[in-house]
C-alpha cells in the first residue's frame, strides 16, 4: 500500500470516532448518554433514555460509518477483488470499530460497536450477514435480549464464513479474510463481558418498547 492509502486508516479511525448518541443527546438534551442508563453510547441504550427516533438514527448512523469506512478502498488504486483489497477493507473497517469503541472526539470512551461492526461485515460479505442478521432475530425473539442477540448473531460469522461459503462466496476466501472473522467474534465478546456477567447473574435488562423512564427524569435540574 501507498503512503496515501496508508493515511486512509486514520480518516477510517475519524469516521468511527463520530458519535451520533454522544453528539445528539448534548445537542437536543443536554445530556450525555454515558451517563444513563447502561452508559453504553449505542442505539439500544438510546431507546430506553430518549426513545425510537433518536435510536434508529444512531443505529443507521453507526452502520454507515463502518461502510463508508470500508468504502474508502474505492478511492485507492487497489485492483478489486484480491486478497490486498479484502485485506485493505477489513483494516479500515476494524480502524473504524476502534473510533467507535475509542472515539478520539469523546475522550476514547465510546460504545461496543455492533452496529459499526456489522456495517463492516456488511460491506466486506452481505451474504454472510444477512444470515447473522437472521439469527440476530431468531434469538432476540426468544429471549428479549438484543446483547446475548447481537454475541449471538456475529459470533455466527466465522462459522458461515469458514464452513458454508467458501469458494462460493462474493469475496474469495482468503486466510485474511479467514481470520478477520475470528477477530470480530473476539472482539464483540470482549465488548459485551459485562453483559455476559449480567445475563449469567440475571441482571440484564430484557428489550422493553417504551422508554424504561421518561427522558424529562434523567434532564439537569437548570435543563428542565
Not at 485485506?87 to 467507535?100: C, D, E, F, N, T
Not at 461492526?117 to 451474504?127: D, F, K, N, Q, Y
Not at 460469522?157 to 477477530?183: C, D, H, W, Y
Amino acid at each position: 500500500m501507498t503512503t496515501a492509502n496508508l493515511l486512509l486508516i486514520p480518516i477510517a479511525y475519524a469516521i468511527g470516532s463520530l458519535s451520533g448518541a454522544i453528539t445528539l443527546g448534548k445537542v437536543i438534551y443536554g445530556m450525555d448518554i454515558r451517563d444513563y442508563g447502561s452508559k453504553n453510547p449505542g442505539a439500544n441504550n438510546v431507546q430506553r433514555i430518549f426513545g425510537w427516533p433518536l435510536a434508529l438514527f444512531v443505529f443507521t448512523f453507526d452502520i454507515l460509518k463502518g461502510v463508508a469506512a470500508v468504502s474508502l478502498v474505492k478511492t485507492t488504486n487497489i485492483e478489486p477483488d484480491t486478497n490486498l483489497y479484502v485485506a485493505a477493507q477489513i483494516i479500515l473497517g476494524l480502524a473504524s470499530v476502534a473510533g467507535h469503541i475509542f472515539p478520539v472526539f469523546f475522550r476514547f470512551r465510546g460504545g461496543k460497536g455492533v452496529a459499526t461492526l456489522t456495517g463492516v461485515l456488511w460491506a466486506i460479505h452481505p451474504g454472510a450477514v444477512f444470515i447473522c442478521f437472521s439469527i440476530f432475530l431468531v434469538s432476540f425473539a426468544i429471549t428479549r435480549y438484543i446483547s446475548l442477540s447481537a454475541i449471538l448473531g456475529i459470533t455466527s460469522f466465522p462459522f458461515f464464513i469458514n464452513l458454508l461459503f467458501g469458494e462460493i462466496a462474493q469475496v474469495k476466501m482468503t486466510m485474511t479474510l479467514r481470520i478477520f472473522s475470528i477477530i470480530v467474534a473476539i472482539i464483540i465478546w470482549l465488548t459485551h463481558l459485562s453483559n455476559i456477567k449480567r445475563i449469567i447473574n440475571g441482571s440484564e435488562e430484557k428489550f422493553k418498547l417504551k422508554k424504561t423512564v421518561p427522558v424529562r427524569k434523567h434532564l439537569p435540574q437548570n435543563y428542565r
